[in-house]
């Protein structure tokens, strides 16, 4: 267990990490998120570009400050946020902190937080001063995890699942800031692997559409947003999904994941693209532009929805919904 350097206890059990005593965060309550991070390749750098000594100590010392600057900026903002703490205690636990991998343990209405904040240091680290120094410390990219759960989960499970995952991402996208998650809304733990337990949930079609989300706070295909911090990026977001239309996207989620399991020729298919047209039509251009720009742009990268709006978009924010940007009650946010 690394140490924190604050002088505020952190929580002493899990259960108490993610209580929610105040009813705060509606349904969230009694939810942790469990972080993992992994670096892209680490040793391949070690072994194919790093030829001495000291620049295999360099890199290790660059990945440490990397981790380390990550932590020390969370804890200070955490000091003066109430939802990181339980009463007295930081809500925060360290499970891992060594070579290239972390993974840490907070409420699930910080999970996303979090995870973002890691993203924007690590895309924000300094680049080299010269071409040659360039060459010798290439980008640092990685492979996240991210499961949100209830804390009374078995928590050696959830640390095997989100490896998993981690290790699913790096199988498909190894070379960029990647991540993947998963939402159990009850004890409920994926035994048989994370692919056999989403063909279970929504079919062995959607789930091989199912690929690893961009960073949140990357910038957009469409056009660059504003690039304040993602905590206060939140408000804007939590903002833009009170304006969304969560019915009618449930409803397109669930479609998409019929529509999956049939051929392209069958009315099944016909119906997703009506809804898809009828949604469209309803909301503005400017609300759909925002759409893509804030989530499906990040939700669904390697996609192009401008001219095919078949994809895993609707799904993750469907499941994501509750956990992208929440805030507590009293700030104006209500449960839904």
Sequence with gaps: MLKLDTDVPT??????????????????????????????GFGGIKR?????????????????????????????????DEDFHNDKDFRLEVLLWGGDELMLVTPAWKGMETLQRFFETVEAETPANDLAEAARQPTLTYAAGL??????TPIAEIVRTAK?????????EHSKNRFDYLVLESVDYPTQGIEQFRRLHFGANASEAIAPLAPLTSGSRRADLDHAPWPLRIRETAAFLD????????????HWVRMRDKPRDTDSYEEFQNRVDRFLEVNKRDFVDELYRRLFDHLVPNHAPALDHDHAGWLH????????????????RTAP
């Design 147 to 152: 499961v949100f759960c209830s804390a009374n």
């Design 317 to 332: 924010l469907t499941e994501l919904w509750d956990y992208l940007a929440p805030l507590p009650s009293k700030a104006g």
């Design 11 to 40: 929580t002493s059990n899990l259960v108490d990490l993610a209580d929610d005593g105040g009813r705060r965060f509606g349904n969230l309550g009694g939810k942790m998120a469990v972080i993992y991070a992994d670096g892209n």
């Design 243 to 254: 304006r969304c239309p969560r019915g009618a996207i449930r409803d397109l989620a669930q």
């Design 164 to 172: 998993q995952l981690a290790e699913a991402v790096k199988g498909v």
């Design 48 to 80: 194919g570009v790093l030829d001495d000594h000291k620049a295999l100590h360099d890199f290790d010392t660059r990945v440490q400050t990397l981790h380390k600057v990550f932590l020390r900026d969370l804890v200070e903002s955490a000091r003066n």
